[in-house]
Each structure stands twice: as structure tokens, then as C-alpha cells.
Nanobody, 121 residues
Framework: QVQLVESGGGLVQAGGSLRLSCAVS????????IGWYRQTPGKQRELVAG???????DYADSVKGRFSISRDTAKNTVYLQMNSLNPEDTAVYYC???????????????WGKGTLVTVSS
């Protein structure tokens, strides 16, 4: 089992910044990608940013130039730096890992419980 624990959410004014952290734990797993998703009531969960095992990154158009995903392999932690926040960024942010158990071939998605980000105008 891969465990993901998010932290760093909170209330911030428009134009401000927050950094989210996702602590990843679990043994005997090979992780393909780790991503940050967000969801607001009544809407589908959407990908915000992702980072692959080789370090490649991908971003939703709505956050390009404002958000940055990074990882610290020594700490098994993935970060989402969010700058120039606006009220439309208000959501619950979830960390996701696409991973497989070692010696298997099936990848599965694992999710954290989420952290709430609220941006006031």
C-alpha cells in the first residue's frame, strides 16, 4: 500500500502563495507518476500538475506559470508551489500516486485525503 499525506493548505488572500506537501510512504512499490489534483463541489477532480519518475512535469493550462511541482527524493516528498493564487484556485487538493507493486505489472492509483485551499478575494 502506498500512503500519501498532504499538508500545507489553508486560507490565503488573492495574489498570495502557498506550498503544499505530499509525503509518500510505502515499501516495495515502483512509482510511475505523482500528481496534484483538485476538486470543488459539483465538479470532477482535475489534474493540476504531475511529475514523472524521470522528473518530467506537466501542468494544467490554468496554472502554467503560477504553480510549480517538485520533489525531494531524500524526503520522499512532492511539493506544489502555488503563486499568484486567485479565488478560482479554491478547492480541495489531492495528491495521487500511480504505482505498482514490485514484481507486478499492474499500476494502480493511490490517493491522499486532501488538503483544503481557500483563496479569498
Amino acid at each position: 500500500q502506498v500512503q500519501l499525506v498532504e499538508s500545507g493548505g489553508g486560507l490565503v488572500q488573492a495574489g498570495g502563495s502557498l506550498r503544499l506537501s505530499c509525503a509518500v510512504s510505502g515499501s516495495s512499490f515502483s512509482i510511475n507518476t505523482i500528481g496534484w489534483y483538485r476538486q470543488t463541489p459539483g465538479k470532477q477532480r482535475e489534474l493540476v500538475a504531475g511529475i514523472g519518475s524521470g522528473g518530467s512535469t506537466d501542468y494544467a493550462d490554468s496554472v502554467k506559470g503560477r504553480f510549480s511541482i517538485s520533489r525531494d527524493t531524500a524526503k520522499n516528498t512532492v511539493y506544489l508551489q502555488m503563486n499568484s493564487l486567485n479565488p478560482e484556485d479554491t478547492a480541495v487538493y489531492y495528491c495521487n500516486a500511480n504505482a505498482r507493486k514490485v514484481l507486478t505489472t499492474t499500476y494502480m492509483d493511490y490517493w491522499g485525503k486532501g488538503t483544503l485551499v481557500t483563496v479569498s478575494s
